[in-house]
């Protein structure tokens, strides 16, 4: 039976609804799957908490680039869908729609716009990598960083990162073990160096607040890689190894954390003085242990591993 011309079939009709339920409900499920909350939606799975400049910089550029791409992906999506929609074959319709070809201002402006996209991304890049990467000729905080496996030591140094010496003749180092995390202390102020090496494969230094991981290599003084971070607030940040180096690559976490400059100074003076770091904690009025991650269960025979 030939149906009328121009007028959807009911069973049309009825596919185009059960299409649109089912791209509704595509479109619903990951949201309710991934479980974020509505917050955490704005922040686009970045954390909230940036202690240093740095980092409010590649927030802001993430931010950036990930709006200007969403804008540009609304208008493709848009065009798309209002070319299936108004250009639809119909019944009626006889021969081809026009077709355009050769039309220089469009072709032109469809080169051109793309280019000026990749310009003002790289712009932004170019000058949020340079910020993140600058070294002071003088920093006014260093830490000497050692990874192994699978822990972290950290070395406390004088402005030019030679290390400190203790009461006891020893360096003054942290150094976390499988049953105590290591805390570096830090101040909060610009310029703060950390100088990093591993003592024998290669682990990654990342504080996922700061946004922010740094490959750190075996090997002689070339190998050090030495990077500075200006921070802006005071708290506590888990950090973690982002380099697989092994079996307990999972459990070599740390906690840095950013004090005020005077309390720096006076934690400092307290572990030269030859107080532990739970210890010199306590005079600042800071949490002795770690508090942002525990330490694993590393004994395979408990059965308890966490
Ligand atoms: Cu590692």
Redesign the pocket.
Known sequence: MRQVVGKPSRERRGRARRAIGLTGIAALLPIVLAGCSLDDAFYLGWPRTRPTTQSEQMFDLWIGSTIAALAVGLIVWGLTFWCIVAFKKKDTDTELPRQTKYNLPAELTFTALPFVLIGVLFYYTVVVQDNVTEMSDEPNACTQVT?F??NWQFTYTDENCEPLTGADGQAVVETGDSDYIPIIVVPNEDDVRFEAHAED?I??FWVPDMLFKRDVFPGGDNQITRWEVDFNSEGAFVGR?A????AY?AF?NFEMRVVSPEDYETFVDARVDGASTPEALEMIGQEPYAFTTTPFDTDPASGEAS
Not at 243 to 246: A, K, M, N, Q, T
Request: aromatic letters at 8%; proline letters at 0%.
């Open positions: 990874a496996k699978w494969v682990h990654s190894c380099e697989l180096c092994g690559h070599m």
